[in-house]
């Protein structure tokens, strides 16, 4: 990387990776070894744990082998304390070739502080809240082990925040507290109980993915990238679009989105792609800041792009209590149009630096050959799509109970098959990203060697999809067969070619196996460690309800506007995010303000789906990867292009508006993330919403067809406004709703149909502050038809009075129903009753879609006026 070497600025790229991701320890020698055996013996746990193989040796040998969940957590913490306490080195002037004594001390310490919990786990059970001095020692060292591991993991501002919180605990109701957020403070035994002794704390749900879920899809990846799949990924998207307009740009974006699959680390997606990337951006004519800035726009999108998400897929499956694939269907098409928008944004950076592509082997093609290949391109991919929908689809009703037997054998003789393919084709090589590029590679020799790298991903979708598996046991599957893969590929090439050793290339199968092992063991152990951290907050706030004050604040600030509130929570996210990585970030935001928004949302008349805000955290969560001045991947790629880390993580946040954007319309707009919508409207709100987020990036980037006049700008920004909220436009001449007498409840209940929600608007006194009136707004469910109307709002837990011309409301009898959960807040015992104000009905209005015709007229004149003015094709 001769940009790095020329940069006496530059960081050392693999040590700020080692730094932040895996450890920028690396002895020597026999603890060199210990070092590698302890990471790969993590691996191994957690493949061990999450088999079928502990419950066959308990049945075969009576031994208690099998671990649950409590028993996992603390072996998983213990291996990422002995690992970050070896690897990360305490100080900066720390030794870097060896493990000093105290390093090792500490190691010891968190390993019995956690297995602690596991050798006297039945006394902790009869003792329930009783500390013994033992109790209390043993939290105090777990603890401060977690704050120091986390500050040689992850640096200080996560254990800063920890630790707020912890002087919030203990010294709540001290003077120096403001009385606002006072609260009666906890004695020094309950707290340590609290945080260390069950699982509210640091051993709480946060800890519990990361053991479960996390581990495996990252060691899923590392296994994946040890096999050789992302330098694949990065020539696949070389070959298929380095010849276009900006191509090499093009082809980051698509390469950082397809290692986004498989990785959740925004700054290791930077100089895993970028390394290869900047430079040849830079070389057809990209500026060292643009170049920089694409490639973290791109790789800190991975965080977004399902099924992996910097580990926060996994965090909502518990925290909203939707499934994993529910997750996965929320946020597919937000981070699909935020992708294809950044390949639009770089197509408008190389219109207007007149840029060129790269050569295509052969020569340049006509317009037809172009087209007849785009075609049979999307054939074969639509091709490829349907019989792995259709073909997984069938198996469970042909084979029955063999299935999973039949489709071993399935992926057996595939992969074989592609591996022949492969065989006939020269093993893709790493390129020098410095050398003169003289023309790309070939598209069929290119797709062909790799092939097979798709299969595990298939195994991943068939367990998820088809079998319904928990995704922890789909990543474990699709691990194994990562680890077939990795042990087979050369060998089976080697015989295919007649040609090579094959013990010996069983034998670098073995030793690609090793070193895959302990490369996911390694970048997990900041994971490992920052969800035991968190799980400290969050701690917290269950203990002291620390949420309702930091809520109630927010609110206060706000003004009980929703919008307000968005913005201030967004802000709030990118503050955190500069100091948290972004799982911290959050589920430290989320456990505050989720609730909060969702609250507010209600009484200013809107239900926001508990997916949508926590998405929306998320996704601010992520761009402190961006935003100066902390935003390490900006700083990762500034280093490969020699510029100034700074003005490109400004130029990198100017190409992300588009996902700052993105957060506030599904808020609003929900069929952005596909709740409540059919198969064809979901295809039609992604070919509009990429249609606006197009216009959205031409209006933010001052190019469409041509430079664009300030009014243009404009309009295309309103023209983009309306592709994506046209109920906007639509509610401002006439109300969705009409309020019907709430008294009319009974009657509204027993004409509803089968499965209908009855939209209501609620009032009553504050349980907290009598003076206060609290409103909100809900769906409430009514089941099946049949019953009378008032046995179908009881069935619902609504219970109704109608007296004196007031529909009463008498309170929730199930806290988990939904009066229960929506009406939590509200005093049902004071003088004044909790009512229904409003049933609200919908209106029938024109179609919003009305809206888009003048929106697209609108457009039409931009393009007209702007074709006019250049000659420069459009593509």
Known sequence: MSDQHTNPNAVDL??????????????????????????????????????????????????????????????????????????????????????????????????????????????????????????????????????????????????????????????????????????????????????????????????????????????????????????????????????????????????????????????????????????????????????????????????????????AAFLMVEYVGVSYLDVVRHAILPASISYIALLYIVHLEALKSGMKGLPKPGGPRTVVQGLIGALTGFLTIAIMAAVVYYGLGWTKDVFGDATFEAVCVLFLVVYVGLVAVAARYQDLELDDPNAPVSELPEVKATVMTGLYFLLPIVVLVWCLMIERLSPGLSAYWATVAMLFILATQHPLKAVFRKAGSVAGEFRRGFADIVDGLIAGARNMIGIAVATGAAGIIVGTISLTGAHQVVGAFIEFLSGGNLMAMLVLVAVFSLILGMGLPTTA??????????????????????????????????????????????????????????????????????YSLRTVALPFLFIFNTDLLLIDVTLLEAVYVFVIATVAMMLFAAGTQGYFFARNKAWEAVALLLVAFTLFRPGFWLDMIEPPYHQEDPTRIVEFAEVEPDGADIRLVVEGRSITDETKVETTTFLLPLGAKGASGDDRLKNSDLHVIVEDGVAKLEEPFQPTSVPGSKLGDFDFYGDVPVQITAIEVPVERIAKEIFYIPAFLLLALVVVLQRRRTDVPAF
């Open 14 to 311: 693999e040590d700020l990776v080692a730094s932040s991701d895996t450890g920028s320890r690396n002895p020597r020698g026999t603890v060199g070894v210990l070092l590698a055996g302890l990471a790969l013996a993590w691996s191994l746990f957690q493949l061990y744990y999450a088999s079928n193989l502990p419950f066959l040796l308990q049945d075969l040998t009576g031994l208690p082998v099998v671990f649950n969940s409590d028993e996992a957590r603390a072996i998983h913490l213990a291996f990422a304390f002995a690992l970050a306490a070896m690897s990360y080195p305490l100080l900066a002037s720390s030794p870097r070739d060896y493990v000093p004594w105290y390093d090792w001390l500490m190691a010891l310490l968190g390993v019995a502080a956690c297995l602690y919990l596991i050798a006297f786990k039945d006394g902790i059970a009869l003792r329930a809240g009783l500390p013994t001095t033992g109790d209390l020692v043993v939290s105090t060292i777990g603890i401060a082990l977690v704050l120091v591991c986390t500050y040689r993991a992850l640096g200080l501002p996560l254990v800063i925040v920890a630790s707020v919180f912890l002087i919030y605990v203990f010294f709540g109701d001290k003077p120096f507290i403001p009385d606002v957020i006072q609260w009666k403070g906890a004695s020094y035994g309950k707290a340590m109980w609290h945080f260390w002794m069950q699982t509210e704390g640091v051993f709480g749900i946060a800890l519990g993915v990361s053991a479960s879920m996390v581990f495996l899809f990252v060691l899923f990846g590392a296994l994946l990238d040890k096999a050789g799949a992302g330098n694949y990924f990065i020539k696949v998207a070389f070959a298929l679009l380095g010849h276009l307009r900006g191509g090499p740009a093009k082809a980051a974006v698509v390469s950082s989105a397809m290692t986004g699959l498989i990785s959740g680390s925004s700054i290791a997606n930077t100089v895993t792609t970028g390394t290869f990337t900047i430079p040849l951006m830079k070389r057809v004519g990209f500026s060292g800041d643009k170049a920089g800035a694409v490639e973290v726009a791109s790789s800190v999108n991975g965080q977004i792009m399902p099924p992996v998400m910097g580990a």
């Open 585 to 654: 970030n959050y589920i430290v935001v989320s456990s505050l303000m989720a609730a909060v928004v969702v609250e507010v949302g209600a009484q200013n008349g809107l239900i926001v789906p508990l997916i949508a805000v926590h998405l929306f955290v998320f996704y601010f969560g992520i761009m402190a990867d961006v935003t100066p001045p902390v935003g390490l991947a900006s700083f990762a790629a500034a280093a490969i292009s020699g510029s100034d880390p700074i003005k490109t993580g400004f130029t990198a946040f100017y």
